[in-house]
């Protein structure tokens, strides 16, 4: 299937290395696993504040971004990532917004900021993998 190819590809040139931003630490733990029994690499920031941190320390290929957390919401995070002007690498980081908002216009207010896709919560595994797909295949 497209996933057992898509794993493949993973196996073949390293594991991807994604950073999860979210302060809720039910949505954390169940982030972790699913994305760790895919055989990605995860990092976890509990805010904006500690995801632009964690970027400095490490390096990731795509940070799964919660639209609202506390010190620094996701949005403003985005925005800050999007304008960094000394590391392309670090600004040009795919980033997934995740809410469990889902209301009309979150959608565009993720796009706008700067992030590459949205998915609601509580997470459906094949939306968040598609989502992961296309914006680490493009």
């Known amino acids: 299937t497209r996933h057992t190819l898509a794993e493949e590809k ?25 994305l760790e029994k895919r055989g990605y ?5 509990e805010n904006g504040r500690q ?7 490490q390096t990731y290929d795509l940070i799964l971004m919660d639209m609202q957390m506390p010190v620094m919401d996701g949005i403003e995070a985005t925005r800050t ?37 949205y998915v609601t919560k509580p997470i459906k595994s094949q939306k968040l993998f598609e989502a992961i797909e296309k914006v680490c295949s493009s």
Do not use: H, W, Y
């Open 10 to 34: 993973n196996k073949e040139q390293g594991k991807l290395r994604i950073l999860i931003a979210e302060d809720n630490p039910v949505n954390q733990k169940l982030t972790m696993r699913l």
């Open 41 to 45: 690499v995860t990092g976890l920031a």
């Open 51 to 57: 995801v632009l941190e964690e970027l400095e320390r």
């Open 81 to 117: 990532i999007r304008s960094q002007k000394k590391d392309v690498a670090f600004r040009n980081i795919p980033i997934i917004g995740l809410t469990a908002n889902a209301m009309k216009g979150d959608r565009e207010l993720c796009l706008d900021a700067g992030m590459d896709d």
